[in-house]
């Protein structure tokens, strides 16, 4: 996205102008708004005119989202603050140092399902374009991609494999993993390392009854955390290691999981913590008391008793905004004739056995 902004400002500068011009901490009711949704990008303008707008984004309990919005043209300086359902105010934005121009409010936890005003507004009698963007997860918007060429910058880099065991790769406008042997897994994952993150994708499944599906977070290659759903509608979360698996969270709860029907999994990793949202609704999260896994890649799961096949599509990655210039600079130094996937594919002589039982570790809901 262009970012054009010949003389930052600094955000105290902000704010004490937000104060003169008298910006209401509530969003006043009788103000028209306009509907947002994640990951759709809007532009507007700010001028004498229109010196503010209010938009309204529609979000689930407990669901966990960022701001951001840059200036376009003109000599437009802009803040917004988020609001909740009530009209009480949630945050305000900040200046980034690292990109001048720019403006977030980071991680938003949501307390209550509903509405969530933004209120955009020039600061002093300055004008011009800008655009807005609400993200799941963080406000450092790594990886956006569709997977039909049109990614840019934005793209996950994976690889195309096929053998007798087992086949990744792009495949009518989405990332394909398929299983040709009985108890095959694979765990495919991209280029870059992350610690914090938050990590969504579409997942579709084709023989549910032998199978599970899911993301890969922090892996190194040979080991990281899997969050997995399977066709019985069993779902946990998993620390892998080569062909060993520790359950750090299984539910009693179920997840459907259809044939071929789509299914939204989103997973936020902060610390040794691992949230889980389902369709954008939040449904549950645990700690890993071992915190095994520190850092790592990102990435798709299957495995499967018999032959199955998984799709991925729409996958969005963001990170705190302060990791994402080292993501960046390391993502630059990456040769481009160099493996861009690493591959952690396995045979199990037996079927994985999914229990029914709690967890030992303490399940907790992480307010960020």
């Known amino acids: 996205m262009s ?60 669901q966990f989202f960022s701001v951001i919005a840059w200036r376009e043209s003109g000599d437009l300086n802009l803040m917004f603050t988020v609001t909740d359902p009530d009209g009480q105010p949630v945050d305000t934005s900040t200046l980034l140092e690292d990109e001048p121009g720019v403006v977030v409010v ?84 991209s280029t870059n390392d992350y610690t914090d993150m938050y990590l969504e994708a579409t997942i579709t499944l084709s023989n549910v009854d032998d199978a599970c599906v899911g993301l890969a977070l922090r892996d190194d290659g040979t080991s990281g955390y899997v969050v997995s759903i399977c066709g019985q509608g069993v779902w946990g979360i998993w620390s892998m290691r080569e ?69 991925f599509d729409d996958v969005v990655l963001t990170v705190p905004h302060t990791l994402k210039a080292a993501a960046a600079e390391n993502q630059s130094k990456t040769s481009a004739s160099s493996d861009f996937s690493t591959t952690l594919a396995f045979d199990l002589d037996s079927p994985v056995s999914y229990q029914l039982t709690p967890s030992s570790h303490t399940a907790r809901i992480q307010q960020a």
């Open 3 to 62: 970012r054009l902004f010949n003389r930052p400002v600094t955000f105290s500068v902000i704010l004490i102008a937000a104060l003169c011009l008298g910006l209401p901490g509530r969003v006043q009711a009788d103000q028209a708004r306009i509907a947002l949704e994640l990951m759709q990008d809007t532009q507007a303008t700010l001028d004498d005119s229109t010196p503010e707008i209010i938009y309204e984004l529609t979000v689930s309990q407990y």
């Open 106 to 189: 980071e991680g938003i936890a949501t307390k209550k399902a509903g509405a969530y005003g933004i209120s955009v507004a020039r600061v002093g009698q300055t004008s011009g374009d800008f655009k807005l963007l609400a993200v799941p997860g963080y406000s450092g918007l790594v990886a956006w991609d569709q997977f039909d060429g049109n990614a840019g910058d934005l793209a996950l880099p994976l690889e195309n494999q096929d053998t007798d065991s087992f086949a990744f790769g792009i495949v009518d406008d989405h990332y394909q993993l398929q299983t040709k042997a009985p108890y095959t897994g694979q765990v495919i994952v």
């Open 243 to 311: 062909t060993e698996q520790r359950s750090i969270l299984l539910p009693k709860s179920l997840i459907t999981l259809e044939e071929n029907v789509p299914v939204r999994l989103g997973v936020r990793i902060y610390g040794d913590s691992i949230m889980v949202y389902v369709n954008g609704t939040f449904v549950s999260s645990a700690a890993d008391m071992q915190d095994e896994h520190t850092v790592g890649k990102v990435g798709f799961y299957l495995y499967s008793a018999a032959p199955a096949t998984a799709t």
